[in-house]
């Protein structure tokens, strides 16, 4: 059973399209993240969701728009695709992303490679 | 969250031990030390975690030096399986007031394991 799953794995798609990358977890997390991993393989968080509610939003431009339909999924939206957003992106969760958790570590999916053309 | 410095790249004999150090020489008192790896084309992986004393779990040992303003990931066995990429992460921890556990992952080492 995959702990954190991504949909789909290879993504190419030509500028300026709109495009969705699903994530699922079923290790009853309650805290999920988006990651973007860029050529330099620099990893750097996007955002992150406790509960359904956006908790780290880092300056992302708003053509990326995560929905949390509930604690189990994280998708992420993105629209008007530019070459810059070519990347590997990372679904993540853990046990819980506010005080009180136990250990706090991070669950990875696969990853989602983005190819803009 | 308090900055990490490691060594770019390391080299290791398969069946000898990697020893992966880190310098965190800002740290709090109330932040972690975590371990993280990233084999090639996956995402990244727990490995370890430790505050004041060593830590060992079936992957690795975490030393932590009595200052805390170093530490080092001790893979006992070395595989080429190891080879990778491992990012030493400092963070505040489960008591922090509303940490929303942001990891933020620095360059990393990656460390090769050779034949």
């Known amino acids: 059973d995959t702990a954190v799953s991504q949909t789909p794995k290879y993504l190419v798609t030509q500028m300026g399209n709109d495009k969705s990358i699903k994530c699922e977890q079923n290790l009853g997390h309650d805290t999920m993240y988006w990651y973007k991993q860029d050529s330099k393989k620099f990893l750097k968080i996007m955002f992150s969701y406790n509960n359904k509610e956006l908790i780290i939003n880092e300056t992302v431009p708003n053509r990326f728009s995560p929905k949390s339909p509930d604690k189990a999924h994280l998708n992420l939206h993105i629209n008007s695709l530019e070459l810059g957003d070519s990347a590997v992106y990372f679904c993540?969760?853990?046990?819980?992303?506010?005080?009180?958790?136990?250990?706090?570590?991070?669950?990875f999916g696969e990853g989602s490679r983005l190819t803009v053309l | 969250d308090a900055k990490t410095t490691q060594p770019t790249s390391m080299d290791c004999a398969e069946g000898r031990a990697a020893n992966l150090p880190c310098n965190h020489s800002?740290?709090?008192?109330?932040?972690?030390v975590y371990w993280y790896r990233q084999i090639h084309s996956q995402g990244p992986q727990y490995i370890i975690h430790?505050?004041?004393n060593n830590e060992t779990n079936e992957m690795a040992s975490l030393i932590i030096t009595e200052d805390r303003k170093s530490s080092t990931l001790i893979l006992p066995h070395a595989t080429l399986r190891d080879t990778a990429v491992y990012y030493c992460?400092?963070?505040?921890?489960?008591?922090?007031?509303?940490?929303?556990?942001?990891?933020?992952f620095g360059k990393g080492t990656l460390l090769t394991v050779n034949p």
């Open positions: 992460i400092v963070r505040v921890g489960k008591n922090s007031g509303g940490s929303n556990y942001k990891l933020t």
């Open positions: 430790g505050l004041k």
């Open positions: 800002t740290i709090s008192g109330n932040e972690y």
């Open positions: 993540a969760s853990s046990r819980s992303g506010l005080a009180g958790a136990v250990t706090g570590e991070l669950f």
